[in-house]
């Protein structure tokens, strides 16, 4: 949903960050990298230590990023295989070190076995919501249906992170948030595999 309504205002927004970066000579690749380093760095620096608040202002100073280097690739007329495919390899990565990084605080100082398990849960999930659509994609087939999309999931948890951290509320609150993105996320999963399974037996 995320997808559909916040892409067009966001690329207004972020449009004359990318015209910068490219007069400084800054290719749409090397935003995609750092984008990523910095996400990660924001998750696994700070989240392990219960810094939930800096972690996350640290992930969205980056994870704008994604949109950044898609405004830059088209300006430049280069959008390619090869950067969707670099984009949405490092996605995964970002993602996985948000949900990780929520892990790790958890199991270790945290010491919140089931808060652990529901972010282990959605980092599984959201890694299948995606392989589901790109195996689809690799056999001819789409999977662009579902109500837990990579930016929906983003969106909650960084959301219900930072205010978790900034406001000091009970960690119920981000369990909450975390058990109803990994439903999402397996209710995804199982109408994607519907979808193709449908378009499947239709090719016979």
């Known amino acids: 949903m995320l997808n559909r309504y916040a892409r067009a205002f966001f690329t207004k927004v972020l449009t004359p960050v990318a015209a910068f970066l490219l ?17 990660a760095a924001g998750a696994l620096v ?4 219960g810094e939930l608040l800096v972690g996350t202002l640290v992930i969205t100073a980056f ?21 969707a495919y670099l984009d949405s390899t490092l996605d995964r990565v970002g993602d996985a070190a948000i949900f990780g990084g929520l892990v790790l605080w958890y199991a270790g100082d945290g010491d919140e076995t089931v808060m652990a398990t529901l972010a282990l849960a959605c980092l599984i999930l959201g890694s299948v919501v995606s392989y589901a659509k790109a195996r689809a994609e690799g056999l001819g087939m789409t999977a662009n249906v ?21 406001l000091g509320l009970p960690t119920a609150f981000l369990g909450v948030v975390l058990g ?10 199982v109408q994607r595999v519907l979808v193709v399974r449908r378009q499947a037996l239709d090719a016979g």
């Open 46 to 49: 700070f989240y392990p230590r």
């Open 23 to 39: 007069r400084l000579g800054v290719s749409p690749d090397v935003v995609t990298i750092v984008g990523t380093l910095g996400v």
């Open 146 to 166: 579902g109500i837990a999309e990579r930016a929906d999931r983003l969106v909650a948890v960084l959301v219900a992170t930072g205010l978790t951290g900034l």
């Open 63 to 83: 994870v704008f990023s994604d949109t950044v280097d898609g405004i830059m690739a088209r300006r430049l007329g280069r959008s390619s295989r090869w950067g």
């Open 180 to 189: 109803l993105l990994a439903v999402a996320s397996l209710v995804t999963v």
